[in-house]
């Protein structure tokens, strides 16, 4: 007797269906059957995406060939916004101008709550995304990282190709660093259902007034367990920058400090030049003013928006041309 299984999509983790017409689903969207390779995440079964597959173990992930796909790691202290910059950049990659991000409906990948003041000062809560227990929509303690799970969002970008954010529990929550440990073992965990990971993004605030020890157990524990030359796949993006002209500013300073204490530690292999290639600024404002709008909240500074919108747009194109021109990781080395 067969054994019945259910196969998950690697991209959207989501069940495939089969229509039995030759064509499998989920909800990245629908493909012919043939262009499915098979990998099992049981380390015995061996490395490779294979066409066929007899292992009824049911972590069989299916992978479909059809489109190029471009994987980023997303790292973060708690409580940078990790979520909202998810939302933000799936919008600037598809919508070139504001207004026609108005015309059309808004870009959600992730469940989020922002907190605003409207014009008459009132405090409201606008809600992105559908609901989902792993990104906060039950209530949870303050200082908690909102993202309980590792999960990866998928969405198209040019020449058919998928851009997959994977997010991942924020670093340094009140739970301690155990949490942390454990919260970095799962994300390897994860990260081994792909061949490489393109770039690892860490997410800050531009104008921090420390980093804490957490971040820099994160980014040592990414070497040693990725390889020191992860070092040349780490980008740096700032969040709510607007305030600071569209710079890291204090950020930056504390960041070439732990990073020179990393690279002393940890060998030369281990560098991250602080360069326009490896930090991108953004900010978040005109995408919670268009949150807002489809939601009903109106406010009177639309012109200010429409250039802030142009320059994320522009950073966010310049952020995926260089993460594309990278080599990209390969997983393979990271002990089971």
């Known amino acids: 007797m067969v054994t019945a299984i259910e196969w998950h999509c690697h991209r959207c983790l989501s069940i495939i269906y089969d229509d039995f017409n030759g064509y499998y689903y989920c909800e990245c969207g629908s493909a012919p059957s043939d262009s499915y390779s098979f990998k099992c995440n049981n380390r015995f079964h061996g490395d490779e ?29 708690t409580g940078v916004g990790k979520s909202t910059f998810i939302n933000a950049l799936a919008n600037y990659l598809t ?14 990948l992730i469940y989020s709550k922002i907190s605003i003041t409207t014009d008459d000062y009132d405090e409201r809560e606008v809600i992105v995304g559908d609901d989902d227990a792993n990104e906060g929509s039950n209530d949870r303690i303050t200082g908690q990282s909102c993202t309980q799970n590792c999960k990866s969002y998928p969405f198209p970008i040019e020449d058919g190709g998928i851009l997959r954010i994977i997010d991942t529990p924020g670093i340094g929550d009140t739970r301690g660093v155990d949490e942390d440990k454990a919260n970095m073992k799962d994300v390897l965990t994860y990260i ?44 740096l993006c700032f969040t709510n920058t607007k305030g600071t002209m569209y710079r890291p500013r204090a950020t930056k300073r504390l960041l070439y400090a732990l990073l020179s204490e990393i690279s002393t530690e940890m060998g030369e292999a281990t560098t991250i030049k602080l360069t326009r290639d490896t930090m991108y600024c953004f900010d978040s404002e005109s995408f919670i003013f268009l949150v807002c709008s489809q939601d009903g909240i109106s406010f009177h500074e639309q012109d200010s928006y429409r250039g802030n919108w142009k320059q994320l747009v522009d950073e966010s194109g310049r952020l995926i041309a260089y993460i594309a021109s990278l080599e990209p990781h390969p997983t393979e080395k990271i002990p089971v």
Not at 95 to 108: H, M, P
Not at 215 to 232: H, S, T
């Open 49 to 77: 995406f294979v066409m066929s597959s007899k292992c009824l173990d049911n972590h069989e992930v299916p992978r479909e060939h059809v489109s190029p796909n471009v994987n980023i790691l997303l790292l973060g202290p």
């Open 95 to 108: 919508f070139d101008t504001l207004d026609e991000v108005l015309d059309n409906k808004l870009a959600s």
């Open 192 to 235: 081994l259902s792909y061949d490489a990971i393109n770039a690892i993004c860490i997410l800050l605030k531009p104008d921090e007034a420390r980093l804490t020890p957490s971040l820099k157990y994160c980014i040592m524990e990414l070497f040693v367990q990725l390889d020191k030359d992860a070092a040349k796949n780490i980008v």
